[in-house]
């Protein structure tokens, strides 16, 4: 992998440590920085998330306004829509491609429960942690 998204992955992986130690800044976050991206985008990297609301993808990664490319559908679905995305940002704004599935660990979907894909709590220790291999491609699983 180039040094860029390394990078960039690395990055996410101490926004993301921030956040499950509860030490989260916030960057990016104010409206001087909303209305900083208002003309243009230039995100790092480019996420396709669960559309859970109870999964902030920003807030997961520590970071702010324009800083990520986020496309959420129910139970993280790679569909024509979401793809088309994706390949948006990659191809247009030069973004990191980053996966995401939504439980976390030792969480299992419960069929016809109607509770969506995801069952989070609140707590940062239940949040899915960053694939830590670093010959995989740029991903989170749970």
């Not at 704004?93 to 969506?116: D, K, S």
Request: hydrophobic fraction near 35%.
């Amino acid at each position: 992998m180039n040094p860029i998204p390394m990078a960039v992955l690395q990055e996410l992986r101490c926004g993301h440590e921030r956040f499950l130690a509860g030490l989260s800044r916030h960057p990016h976050s104010s409206r001087e920085r909303m209305l900083e991206v208002e003309s243009a985008q230039h995100p790092i990297a480019a996420v396709l998330g669960c559309a859970d609301s109870r999964m902030p993808v920003e807030l997961l990664f520590d970071t702010g306004f324009g800083d990520l490319f986020v496309v959420r559908n129910a139970g993280t679905m790679s569909t024509t829509a979401a793809i088309g995305s994706l390949e948006y940002a990659v191809a247009h704004l030069a973004v990191v491609p980053v996966q995401w599935t939504g439980r976390p660990p030792g969480r299992r979907q419960r069929p016809n429960t109607g509770r969506g894909s995801s069952s989070v709590r609140s707590h940062p220790r239940s949040a899915p942690r960053l694939n830590q291999d670093k010959n995989s491609p740029v991903n989170y699983r749970t």
